[in-house]
């Protein structure tokens, strides 16, 4: 199975909404693919996005299965059940390891420093000729991610200032 995951201190809507995504995007192309999470959902995911119905799956990972890392890029911090040797996508938006990634998994390691992981997921629908495929319930999913990392980005730019 491949597993698309993110980190472990907690998850937030653009990793949530970044991972059922884009297994939902592999599940599209034929691939066979779960989003799961351990760590703990923070209020960035509302009771309204956890209700709609697109969710995580339900699956335990096993010996061989494969990893796709989504909104996280820093090994130190990934999901616990991740083993690095199992890693075959990465797909981020932070900086730091994509030197590191790069010489690991070429092409397969997506880095990119945009606003949100969600607009690089959905991008890469678009690449797939797939948008079309994005339920109203899954953009709503993807649209609150943009959102609620803009707003971030300038409460951070704010703070900075004050
Ligand atoms: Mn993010």
Redesign the pocket.
């Known amino acids: 199975m491949i597993v698309v995951t993110s980190g472990s201190k907690y998850l937030?809507i653009?990793?949530y909404a970044g991972c059922i995504a884009y297994a939902k995007l592999l599940n599209l192309k034929g691939i066979k693919a779960k989003a799961i999470s351990s760590a703990k959902q923070n209020g960035s995911i509302t009771p309204y996005l956890l209700d709609l119905n697109v969710r995580l799956d339900k699956y335990k990972p096993v010996e061989n299965d494969k990893y796709i890392i989504i909104?996280v890029s820093n090994k130190d911090y990934f999901d616990m059940f991740v083993k690095e040797n199992n890693i075959i996508e990465i797909i981020d938006?932070h900086v730091g390891y994509e030197t590191y990634w790069k010489s690991k998994l070429g092409e397969k390691s997506k880095i990119e420093f945009v606003g949100?992981?969600a607009t690089m997921i959905v991008e890469l629908y678009e690449k797939e000729n797939l948008i079309h495929e994005i339920s109203e319930e899954l953009a709503t999913l993807l649209i609150s991610a943009i959102l609620d990392?803009t707003l971030n980005l300038k409460a951070k730019i704010t703070t900075r200032k004050g």
């Open positions: 937030d653009d990793a909104d938006h949100s992981v990392n």
